[in-house]
């Protein structure tokens, strides 16, 4: 952001929604074009992960709106953007959302970034140790959200990993009921040549 810092706010703007318009629009353009062949490839681990699921539910659920409002977040734009092209969401929805999306993270970008960077620099020249002190709260806070998450993912990979076991199971009922229900298969014709006849 320091780079930033410098330039006049509107061209700060400028340059910041052109990068990210970038990296939102080829997010979206690269996962709607892996989507169909992903699966002989290392991508598909990624429509595997549980962040990129959520992330699918949450497009499906509620559209381009997501879009917009997942620049105003940390963490899950990338998944979103990700979700939208996989699910080939149409560009008649999805431009204008990654558009305001993107105008926005730019002006939060350039005011709230340029605004924590001299809030850092303040606090670094009054208390060497206090900014130590801070940057060691932030890295232990970041590192708690990490390992929650963490343990939260594994967590959805066991319950999932459950369910797919269970699944057989379900299918072999299945088969068991067809099996009895076409044992009975002479009683249904016979049944038909009564209509019928």
């Keep these: 952001m320091s780079f930033f810092s410098s330039w006049p706010f509107p061209l700060a703007v400028a ?10 629009n080829g997010t979206y353009w690269i996962a709607r074009a892996a989507r169909h ?17 959520r992330a699918e539910q949450l497009v499906a ?7 917009t409002v997942s620049f105003l977040t940390i963490g899950i734009q990338t998944m979103v953007n990700a979700a939208a092209g996989a699910s080939r969401m149409s560009l008649r929805r999805y431009l204008p959302a990654v558009t305001v999306g993107c105008v926005v993270w730019a002006f939060v970008y350039a005011t709230v970034g340029a605004v924590t960077l001299n809030a850092l620099v303040v ?5 060497p140790v206090g900014f130590v002190v801070l940057l060691v709260a932030v890295v232990a806070v970041i590192g708690a959200l990490v390992a929650v998450n963490l343990r939260r993912s594994r967590a959805e990979e066991v319950i999932d990993a459950e369910a797919a076991d269970a699944e057989p199971a379900d299918a ?18 016979s049944v038909g040549d009564d209509i019928r006849g």
């Design 15 to 24: 340059a910041l929604f052109v990068i990210v318009m970038a990296r939102a």
């Design 37 to 53: 062949g992903a699966g002989r490839t290392r991508l598909s681990r990624l429509f595997e992960t549980p962040g990129y699921r």
């Design 61 to 67: 659920r509620w559209g381009a709106p997501v879009v």
């Design 123 to 127: 606090v670094y020249r009054l208390s």
């Design 172 to 189: 072999e009922a299945t088969d068991v009921e067809v099996d009895r229900i076409a044992g009975s298969g002479a009683d249904a014709d």
